[in-house]
T-cell receptor, first 116, second 114 residues
């Protein structure tokens, strides 16, 4: 069974440009999470989808970030326009059930975003 | 503020030596506790988790962790480290205020010397 995949693995863009990150969860996993790790800091939650609906987007930093999950399968995270402080590693995770306690979150390898 | 603290940014141990990685949390109630490992080029992999019951939990790859309520700690241990254990380790908390997401520490990078 394939794990969570993310594309691209690394993206380098200039400030002001747009970048779209993609996450393909494990097949059959209704729950999809985005997290971000800024260099040297902790991994922070961004948002949570249940199927195609945003369950919790309390971690999204500002309106330059737009996440979608059309059809409840893969998800995209768009940053427009990108700023220097958006640099970091963006992780996607998926789980079968909703609660963090009983439903293991499976993580992808992350996308490293560098904004110059 | 609520947080997860991993005080050691980087630890170096010799192969075969024992290992302990520290994790402290500051949440009101007893949270649900996790340890994840990230090897180069890989996603985070769950090593073990604690929900309730026996405070010493066993995980994969020979790791164990002990929950100590009095110290608000959940330290990860391994009696004999292998070169393949070189990776970054993250402590995390879940179920905070009923949230579905995880709260992570800053991670500890482990280097293993042959």
């Amino acid at each position: 069974e394939a794990g969570v995949t993310q594309f691209p693995s690394h993206s380098v863009i200039e400030k002001g440009q747009t970048v779209t990150l993609r996450c393909d969860p494990i097949s059959g996993h209704d729950n999809l999470y985005w997290y971000r790790r800024v260099m040297g800091k902790e991994i922070k939650f961004l948002l949570h989808f249940v199927k195609e609906s945003k369950q919790d987007e309390s971690g999204m930093p500002n309106n330059r970030f737009l996440a979608e999950r059309t059809g409840g399968t893969y998800s995209t995270l768009k940053v427009q326009p990108a700023e220097l402080e958006d640099s970091g590693v963006y992780f996607c995770a998926s789980s079968q059930g909703r609660g963090a306690v009983k439903n293991e979150q499976f993580f992808g390898p992350g996308t490293r975003l560098t904004v110059l | 503020a609520q947080s997860v603290t991993q005080p050691d940014i980087h630890i170096t141990v010799s192969e075969g030596a024992s290992l302990e990685l520290r994790c402290n949390y500051s949440y009101g109630a007893t949270p649900y506790l996790f340890w994840y490992v990230q090897s180069p080029g890989q996603g985070l992999q769950l090593l073990l988790k604690y929900f309730s019951g026996d405070t010493l939990v066993q995980g994969i790859k020979g790791f164990e962790a002990e929950f100590k309520r009095s110290q608000s700690s959940f330290n990860l241990r391994k009696p004999s480290v292998h070169w393949s254990d070189a990776a970054e380790y993250f402590c995390a908390v879940g179920g905070v205020r009923g949230a579905n997401n995880l709260f992570f520490g800053t991670g500890t990078r482990l280097t293993v010397i042959p």
